[in-house]
């Protein structure tokens, strides 16, 4: 029966003719960004990642100015996590909010895809070194041409670096 799976001898013993009778799904697009090259400004500006080395990569993505310009049409699970770390904390806390935008040609305005809003370093206020950090993930439909950007309202009190704690990327699914 051709609807069956192969069975392990055939693999083993005839690799060649299992994978040209079975290709590969074509490649979907994938993207994973680090923040080892964060700019932070108090402009409110997208986050700017690096997009060339260490573990990074770009499959059908392009990136340009801090977006992830999207290559085709579809549903995309889109992410980023950002550690966040500052000297002292005021009573109270702080606030910190973290966005997943898009800027598309059909509307005029960024468009809000993914929020998160947290106080961090508790309610007392402290002269120590804090850490956290702040994921964001989930699906949405993009088209061809959108760009996908991260913003982290209020940078002035946080460091943010460091490859394998802060990311930004997008899977077609």
Request: with cysteine; glycine share 10%.
């Amino acid at each position: 029966d051709e609807h069956t799976a192969p069975s392990w001898g055939k693999l083993l013993h005839e690799p060649g003719d299992f994978f040209r009778d079975n290709p590969p799904a074509q490649e979907k697009p994938v993207a994973h960004l680090t923040g080892s090259n964060f700019n932070l400004t108090d402009s409110g500006g997208p986050l700017l990642w690096e997009a060339r080395l260490g573990m990074v990569f770009l499959k059908g993505f392009r990136y340009q100015d801090g977006a992830l310009v999207v290559p085709e049409s579809g549903f995309y699970y889109i992410y980023s996590k950002v550690q966040l770390a500052s000297l002292g904390c005021p009573e109270g806390g702080r606030l910190v909010s973290l966005g997943l935008y898009m800027r598309t040609p059909r509307y005029p305005k960024e468009l809000e895809l993914l929020l998160g809003r947290k106080t961090l370093c508790g309610q007392r206020s402290s002269s120590h070194i804090w850490w956290d950090s702040s994921f964001l993930g989930g699906l949405v439909h993009l088209e061809a041409g959108d760009e996908l950007i991260v913003r982290l309202r209020d940078t002035r009190h946080f460091w943010v670096r460091d490859a394998s704690r802060s990311y930004f990327g997008a899977f077609m699914v």
